[in-house]
């Protein structure tokens, strides 16, 4: 009764609000034209174009290099559908529509979260679909997609409620399918399919939506269950959402791999893709990247700990770049390929986390990364002695870097070395735009000019954990323009991921050298 009165409630309000977008005749016909063997690419486009909004929003995600390689600008519908092909059309306009109705809805309730959970739900069935030579990659996909559902309509129609069960939850007291049975009279998973086989969905989509009727599917589709079922729970260990601990990392990843012949590293190579792939289209689907990054919490799994690190490393590496790019508005080649050269670096930065690589390749990495995709000049990095008194430059780049490696060996006993020191000790950042400012002058020590002869400069300190290890320095020389902006937000987004990379170590069980 309580289940009948919760699907009552859900049906009430969206009978109030309308025909949901997402639901709406385009996206029917899409999905009917797709499915017709007698339907061609203008048929499809026809259908697409009859919602201005998905064509625009298809036609830029068609130019993302995901999708276009190297075939020229698409510009009109028919050619995306031709190179994206019929089936992904279709799921891609599933998912825009599905974060277009509900993004912007009960932000308290964290339906971005739910969302962006949804699209990587579809995006990792589909990836472990591919590897293990599923027969139909696009419909694990959109099982995927839609697995999720009953929770994100529950978040949508009925957030006082969600937000109780959410509370609940966050205490760890009662499963989450016991607070789903006290709270709504069934599961997530009833409410998507009640919903889903009344909207028209196929009978191979619906009952991928519950382990129970998935039994009584032909194994081809049954295997769609398994992938949108796996992939949610490795996304629920992965987000540490699982506050009951009803799930066991290694034994999830047991099970998936013993239903779909892939090893625990193949499995794993498959949710890092998926994640790069959701990061790198999540702007143009309009979410924000930075929903995307799991925290940093110890499960007490190595394994799961160690994927959770590196994803979030990853997570945190794009969107530091996607901010970057936006500030830099000018849409010329020199500030797309400077944008590519960020981008370039902060990949190899997480392959070398991804390799374990030492601390002093990460530091050498980090002043290259620095030295060459901003106008700073030079870059050093100085290395803080034992006892703490004295910095040593052990790595500097660019014009002039042998007199800056020279300088750059201070002690307590001079005023500049004191300065730099107190930085590290109190772990401040240090930015000089101009040096020759008012105020400056009168506050940096006089031997500043004669030993480093800067225009403007940044210091900053760099620590593992509580322990100070040295200072990264970069500087515009003397008689150049003062250090801008954009130079400072690069360095500081190099040293955000340098600190980040030598906390994975240190949390590894590696140390700085």
């Not at 017709?36 to 068609?62: F, Y």
């Not at 079922?229 to 699982?242: F, K, N, T, V, W």
């Not at 593992?464 to 008689?479: E, K, L, N, Q, W």
């Amino acid at each position: 009764m309580k289940y009948q009165n919760t699907l009552n409630a859900i049906y009430a309000e969206l009978d109030s609000l309308g025909d949901l977008p997402i639901f709406s005749a385009t996206v029917n016909r899409i999905q009917q034209v797709s499915s017709s063997r007698e339907s061609d690419a203008m048929a499809l486009a026809m259908a697409v174009m009859k919602d201005a909004n998905l064509s625009a929003k298809l036609l830029k995600i068609a130019n993302t290099p995901h999708y276009n390689r190297s075939h020229g600008k698409i510009s009109v519908v028919s050619r995306a559908v031709v190179l994206i092909g019929f089936e992904r059309i279709q799921n891609l306009s599933m998912t825009l529509k599905l974060i277009e109705t509900f993004n912007a809805a009960q932000p308290e309730t964290g339906i971005d979260r739910l969302l962006i959970s949804a699209f990587l739900n579809a995006a990792m069935a589909r990836e472990i679909a591919i590897r293990c030579g599923a027969q139909d990659v696009e419909q694990s996909y959109i099982c995927g997609l839609l697995y999720r559902l009953g929770e994100i309509i529950v978040a949508f129609t009925l957030p006082a409620r969600y937000r109780v069960m959410l509370a609940e939850r966050a205490e760890g007291k009662d499963s989450w399918t016991k607070i789903q049975l006290r709270q709504l009279g069934g599961h997530f998973s009833d409410i998507g399919q009640d919903l889903t086989q009344s909207w028209g969905f196929p009978k191979t989509v619906v009952e991928t939506m519950d382990p129970m009727t998935a039994e009584q599917l032909r194994p081809a589709h049954k295997l769609n269950h398994l992938l949108a079922a796996g992939s949610h729970d490795l996304l629920e260990m992965i987000y540490y959402r699982d506050t009951g601990r009803e799930l066991d990392y290694t034994r999830r990843i047991k099970q998936i791999s013993a239903n779909t012949g892939l090893t625990q590293e193949q499995l794993e190579e498959a949710i890092n893709a998926s994640f790069r792939q959701v990061c790198d289209l999540s702007v143009d689907y309009g979410l924000n990247p930075h929903t995307l990054k799991p925290p940093f919490r110890g499960s007490g799994n190595s394994d799961l700990d160690e994927l959770s690190r590196k994803l979030a490393f990853y997570i945190s590496s794009r969107a530091e770049q996607f901010g970057v790019a936006e500030a830099a508005a000018p849409d010329t080649s020199q500030v797309v390929s400077q944008s590519q050269l960020q981008l370039d670096y902060l990949d190899k930065m997480n392959q070398l986390v991804g390799e374990a690589a030492t601390s002093s390749k990460l530091v050498d990495t980090t002043i290259e990364a620095i030295e060459r995709c901003s106008r700073l000049e030079r870059v050093a990095f100085c290395l803080l002695s034992k006892d703490g008194k004295q910095l040593s430059a052990r790595v500097t780049r660019g014009a002039g870097s042998e007199e800056l490696s020279a300088a750059l060996q201070l002690s307590l006993k001079e005023p500049l070395g004191q300065l730099f020191i107190r930085l590290v000790e109190q772990d401040s950042t240090l930015l000089v735009a101009d040096c020759s400012e008012k105020g400056w002058v009168e506050r940096l020590p006089a031997d500043l000019g004669r030993i480093l002869a800067p225009a403007g400069f940044v210091a900053a300190p760099l620590r593992v954990g509580s322990r100070p290890v040295g200072m990264f320095y970069a500087d515009i020389r003397a008689g150049g323009a003062p250090l801008d902006d954009a130079a400072f937000r690069i360095f500081n987004q190099f040293l955000v991921q340098v600190r980040l990379a030598l906390e994975l170590n240190q949390r590894a069980g590696s140390k700085p050298n």
